[in-house]
């Protein structure tokens, strides 16, 4: 079983409409955790990051993290085209490395 | 102020052969990370040096290896290539050492294609 768990998607959503993007994982003293958002023959880049449980939102993303049921979750509103690419969900183990989710691909269609 | 930047970006190897990448940091930076991405494993953790130390490693094999030179750029090392092992490396620095909080920057990665 990995320590992260994403579903791989494909996701497809038309323009406007609310993403949901979810991540769990098995290990409690996991922390610091992330979203990265990964375009096409790109590397990833860093979307948002929380430490505690709740919410933190930035325009149009919010992450979400609830460390009693291990769950984090990143919801994208009025969702665009350009936010089509794989989304995947980071955090650190108490050994210091950054461990990934499998990443979903998110396809915005006009 | 520059990226991450990996070079070279494309490579082409035959089983057996070896090969090595190289990953100039964020100037600054010096901690310098390596992962390994493939769509049946996603983003793996290979490796972290910081000020020319390896920090931290991921559960590859000893063919895989690096080092960091005093200006932080680093370089890995892969020998005895298998056909497994083609794939996206990317490199990514932060400032200071992985772990607690530091937002690590990615390069574009090399593509790795092992015939």
């Known amino acids: 079983q990995k320590e992260v768990e994403q579903d791989p998607g494909p996701l497809s959503v038309p323009e406007g409409a609310i993403v949901s993007l979810n991540c769990t994982y098995s290990n409690s003293a996991f922390q610091y955790f992330m979203w990265y958002r990964q375009y096409s023959r790109k590397g990833p880049e860093l979307l948002m990051y929380?430490?505690?449980?709740g919410n933190k939102e930035d325009g149009r993303f919010t992450a979400q993290v609830d460390k009693s049921s291990k769950y984090i979750s990143l919801f994208i509103r009025d969702s665009q085209p350009s936010d089509s690419a794989t989304y995947l969900c980071a955090m650190y183990n108490q050994g210091g490395k950054l461990i990934f989710g499998q990443g979903t691909e998110l396809s915005v269609k006009p | 102020k520059a990226g991450v930047t990996q070079t070279p970006r494309y490579l082409i190897k035959t089983r057996g052969q070896q090969v090595t990448l190289s990953c100039s940091p964020i100037?600054?930076?010096?901690?310098v990370s390596w992962y390994q991405q493939t769509p049946g494993q996603g983003l793996q953790f290979l490796f972290e040096?910081?000020?020319?130390?390896?920090?931290n490693k991921g559960n590859f094999p000893g063919r895989f290896s690096g080092r960091q030179f005093s200006n932080s750029r680093s370089e890995m090392n892969v020998s005895t290539l298998e056909l497994g092992d083609s794939a996206l490396y990317l490199c990514a620095s932060s400032l200071e050492a992985a772990g607690s909080y530091n937002e690590q920057f990615f390069g574009p990665g090399t593509r790795l294609t092992v015939l």
């Open positions: 929380t430490y505690s449980s």
């Open positions: 040096y910081f000020s020319e130390t390896q920090r």
């Open positions: 100037s600054g930076h010096r901690s």
